[in-house]
């Protein structure tokens, strides 16, 4: 009897100790919810962790685009009450001009700017914004590119493994030669010429010239010690990029627009709390595509002056001249279409929206 009575006692003081803890545990939960979700996002009100992002791209230090970079920074900095830092990585210092989506995608650096051209065959449906005579302005032509990019599903491929933050173009790119004007067909064949994508390659070979793939940062020492005849750039470049001071003509006939990339790693994207991603959309997409094109105008317009000042002979192609260079032109956009569509994308159809979006603007 003895024995069942102290099993009894034992029995009831631990059935009291569970249900001291139960209460207990019950109290408690609220808090201990409110640490489980300031574990998740940072802190109790949503707000997200903190973040200090690499922002490589290839642009020197002096670029205005190292000041856009900086002053978007400090913009998500103060929106994100300081829980997102970005340091800016110009120069190339931390990837080639042709390995920053690659780096950003398998996350060597965390944001990236770079040039699509620069990976020949990497984004096919992007490249429809480098094909001759697709925009008049880089505002026009960002525009462009970010709707084609958010009405076709199928461009989501080309940027696997990132989340691209804005794509923009530069304002319209020309031919710049050095020792010899271009006027015509004829006085542009034989003529080596640097290509910034192979989009741009495509037409200058069946123009009669030959084409020499290189990114901008190797454009001035080429043209300089004559490894190259002339090249194919926007205005802008005259500009932030010297080469008014080893260029001599200038032809004028708005004959492509090189289009970039800022993207972001997808995982450290995935990392950032809805409220701090919602504040990144907000600051980037149309209009921080809209903002870098209005950058680049301004300074191509800025060029443009500074390239008469330095006594470079500019001529420009009028309508009737431009016929027989599309003549040469126009049968490698219809070859871009075909080469598109066989890769089972829909070639023709972004390529009539691309030129169905430029319409609307005359």
């Known amino acids: 009897m003895q024995f069942m009575a102290h099993r009894k006692i034992k029995w009831f003081f631990q059935l009291m100790a569970l249900i001291s803890l139960i209460f207990l545990s ?19 009100d949503g707000g997200g962790q903190e973040h200090e992002f690499d922002f490589s791209h290839f642009f020197p230090p002096t670029h205005f685009m190292e000041e856009e970079i900086q002053t978007f920074a400090a913009e998500l900095e103060k929106a994100t009450d300081g829980r997102i830092k970005i340091n800016s990585y110009p120069g190339a210092s931390l990837a080639a001009p042709d390995e920053h989506f690659d780096a950003a995608a398998t996350g060597s650096v965390d944001l990236a700017l770079s040039v699509h051209g620069y990976t020949p065959n990497q984004f096919p449906l992007t490249s429809v ?75 200058l070979k069946a123009l009669g010239a030959t084409p020499v793939s290189m990114p901008m940062n190797e454009n001035f020492e080429a043209l300089e010690r004559g490894v190259v005849d002339g090249t194919i750039a926007p205005w802008e470049a005259i500009k932030t990029w010297g080469l008014d001071e080893v ?100 070639g023709q159809k972004v390529y009539d929206r691309a030129v169905e979006l430029s319409n609307k603007q005359e």
């Open 26 to 44: 019950a109290c408690g939960g609220g808090s201990e919810s409110t640490d489980a979700k300031k574990d998740k996002s940072g802190n109790g």
């Open 247 to 346: 260029i001599d003509y200038a032809t004028v006939g708005n004959f492509y627009s090189t289009t970039m990339f800022v993207v972001m790693n997808e995982d450290i994207w995935n990392d950032l709390s809805e409220e701090d991603q919602a504040t990144m959309k907000e600051l980037t997409g149309k209009k921080m595509a809209e903002q870098t094109g209005k950058v680049f105008d301004k300074f191509g317009q800025d060029a443009i002056e500074q390239a008469k000042e330095k006594g470079i002979e500019i001529h420009e192609l009028s309508e009737e001249e431009l016929k027989d260079w599309r003549k040469y032109i126009n049968p490698t956009i219809e070859k871009w279409i075909k080469n598109v569509d066989e890769k089972g994308l829909p």
């Open 129 to 203: 914004m480098e094909l001759p005579f697709m925009s008049k302005s880089a505002v026009e032509g960002s525009d462009h590119l970010w709707e084609l990019y958010n009405e076709f599903d199928e461009f989501d491929d080309e940027y696997a493994g990132t989340i691209p933050l804005w794509l923009y173009t530069t304002d319209p790119g020309q031919l710049f030669t050095v020792g010899k004007q271009v006027k015509s067909v004829d006085d542009l064949k034989g003529m080596r010429i640097r290509s910034p994508s192979a989009e741009t390659s495509e037409w």
